[in-house]
C-alpha cells in the first residue's frame, strides 16, 4: 500500500475548525510534514513535527501525532475562505533525510 | 527574499523537442531538489543536490532526463527527447538544513 495516505476531499464551513487526517506505515519516521498548495503554486510549509512529540500548535494550526497509530492530524481553528487549498502531509524516514514522501493531498474547500 | 525561481511557468512543446526547465534556489541555501507532480502518481523525487553534487539521482525516470547544477544559483533540468507522458508539473525546491524545503510557483510542461 500507501506509504502516506490522505483522504482526498474535505468540506467545511467558513468559522468552523478543519480536522485533515494522514497515516503513515514507517515507524521509523522521524520528521512529519504539512504543506499546502494553492492553485497555481508551489508548496509552501506549514509546520513540521519531530517524531518524539505529541502535539504542536502554531496561532490557528494545531498538529497531533499519534506514533502508536501511526496517524497525524492538523486542525485548523476558525477556519477562512483563504485557506482553500490542498493539504500534503509527507514523512523523512530519518534524521537528516532529504527524502520525504508525500501523500496524494486532500482538497480542502471552505464554504462560506 | 524572492523565494526559488523557476522558468517558464508554462511550457508547451511537440513531442521529441528538447525542453530545459531553469530554477534559481533561495540564496544561501545548499541543498536542491527537482520533483516532478502527476494527478496519477503524486510528488515524486527526482534528483538531489547538496552543495552543487548531485547526491541521489535515483528517481529520474531514464535517461532522456538529465539535470545539472553548475554553480549555487542555478540549476537545470532538461528532458530529451520529450514524450507526451513526460506532462506534468515540474518543481525545484532549496534548503538551509534538509528539514524544510521551499517550493519553487512550478513548471506547468505540457507534451502534444
Known amino acids: 500500500g500507501e506509504d502516506v495516505e490522505q483522504s482526498l476531499f474535505l468540506s467545511v464551513r467558513e468559522g468552523d475548525s478543519s480536522v485533515i487526517n494522514c497515516t503513515y506505515t514507517?515507524?521509523?519516521?522521524?520528521?512529519l510534514y504539512w504543506y499546502k498548495q494553492e492553485p497555481g503554486a508551489g508548496l509552501q510549509l506549514l509546520t513540521y513535527i519531530f517524531s518524539n512529540m505529541d502535539m504542536k500548535q502554531d496561532q490557528r494550526l494545531t498538529v497531533l501525532l499519534n506514533k502508536k497509530d501511526k496517524h497525524l492530524s492538523l486542525r485548523i481553528a476558525d477556519t477562512q475562505t483563504g485557506d482553500s487549498a490542498i493539504y500534503f502531509c509527507a514523512e523523512s524516514k530519518a534524521a537528516g533525510s532529504y527524502q520525504l514522501t508525500f501523500g496524494k493531498g486532500t482538497k480542502l474547500s471552505v464554504i462560506p | 527574499d524572492a523565494g526559488v525561481i523557476q522558468s517558464p511557468r508554462h511550457e508547451v512543446t511537440e513531442m521529441g523537442q528538447e525542453v530545459t526547465l531553469r530554477c534559481k534556489p533561495i540564496?544561501?541555501?545548499?541543498?536542491l531538489f527537482w520533483y516532478r507532480q502527476t494527478m496519477m502518481r503524486g510528488l515524486e523525487l527526482l534528483i538531489y543536490f547538496n552543495n552543487n553534487v548531485p547526491i541521489d539521482d535515483s528517481g529520474m525516470p531514464e535517461d532522456r532526463f538529465s539535470a545539472k547544477m553548475p554553480n549555487a544559483s542555478f540549476s537545470t533540468l532538461k528532458i530529451q527527447p520529450s514524450e507526451p507522458r513526460d506532462s506534468a508539473v515540474y518543481f525545484c525546491?532549496?534548503?538551509?538544513?534538509?528539514?524544510?524545503?521551499?517550493f519553487g510557483p512550478g513548471t506547468r510542461l505540457t507534451v502534444t
Open positions: 514507517d515507524s521509523s519516521s522521524t520528521y
Open positions: 525546491a532549496s534548503s538551509f538544513n534538509r528539514y524544510e524545503q521551499y
Open positions: 540564496s544561501g541555501h545548499n541543498s
